[in-house]
T-cell receptor
Framework: GENVEQHPSTLSVQEGDSAVIKCTYSDSASNYFPWYKQELGKRPQLIIDIRSNVGEKKDQRIAVTLNKTAKHFSLHITETQPEDSAVYFCAASNPRYSTLTFGKGTMLLVSP | DAGVIQSPRHEVTEMGQEVTLRCKPISGHNSLFWYRQTMMRGLELLIYFNNNVPIDDSGMPEDRFSAKMPNASFSTLKIQPSEPRDSAVYFC???????????FGEGSRLTVL
């Protein structure tokens, strides 16, 4: 089955800095790659996603890039703010099974 | 739509007791997932239903766990008998197979003493 690796497990940045979280996946058939943000005690919520026919997608301060050849994708957050502090999960979906396999998560801490 | 609705939000029980978690997916979604979240293991897929039919239950830890989806608007996850190592947050999520997007419920935090 699919295996998703996520790095780093924790990331501390100063407010205004950029943050980058990286993920790799194992199944070349996977074609959908969402990112979820989970605040403490809350549910994971979708913040951005990318499909395999696109190399990059941007939404305000958040961007995601995908390299299908290398089987890795990344989340970029620019001009970080304290409210960006949360756990971020990447995931990959295989169309054969329609299930999401999640990475272990990255705890992002943005200090004022 | 109110989103995915889960109950109870919190459950504290003693080892050996039966636990039933409930989920109401978003209307119109044809897929439903049960995930378990712990610090050690992260988000683990337990079981996946498509059009009310269980498709993949390979993540169900053992026979003590069972899940049902009798209709498109209701699913249950049952643990019998419960053990302390079952303590976790259990999330239900629903989505459309066509898009792949998942929407999570608020979760049920289970503590087994």
């Amino acid at each position: 089955g699919e295996n998703v690796e996520q790095h780093p497990s924790t990331l501390s940045v100063q407010e205004g800095d950029s943050a980058v979280i990286k993920c790799t996946y194992s199944d070349s058939a996977s074609n959908y790659f969402p990112w979820y943000k989970q605040e403490l005690g809350k549910r994971p919520q979708l913040i951005i996603d990318i499909r395999s026919n696109v190399g990059e997608k941007k939404d305000q301060r958040i961007a995601v890039t995908l390299n299908k050849t290398a089987k890795h994708f990344s989340l970029h957050i620019t001009e970080t703010q304290p409210e960006d502090s949360a756990v971020y999960f990447c995931a990959a979906s295989n169309p054969r099974y329609s299930t999401l396999t999640f990475g272990k998560g990255t705890m992002l801490l943005v200090s004022p | 739509d109110a989103g995915v609705i889960q109950s109870p939000r919190h459950e504290v029980t003693e080892m050996g007791q039966e636990v039933t978690l409930r989920c109401k997916p978003i209307s119109g979604h044809n897929s439903l997932f049960w995930y378990r979240q712990t610090m050690m293991r992260g988000l683990e897929l337990l079981i996946y239903f498509n059009n009310n039919v269980p498709i993949d239950d390979s993540g169900m830890p053992e026979d003590r766990f069972s899940a049902k989806m009798p209709n498109a608007s209701f699913s249950t996850l049952k643990i019998q008998p419960s053990e302390p190592r079952d303590s976790a947050v259990y999330f239900c999520a629903s989505g459309e197979t066509r898009t792949g997007e998942l929407f999570f419920g608020e979760g049920s935090r289970l503590t087994v003493l």
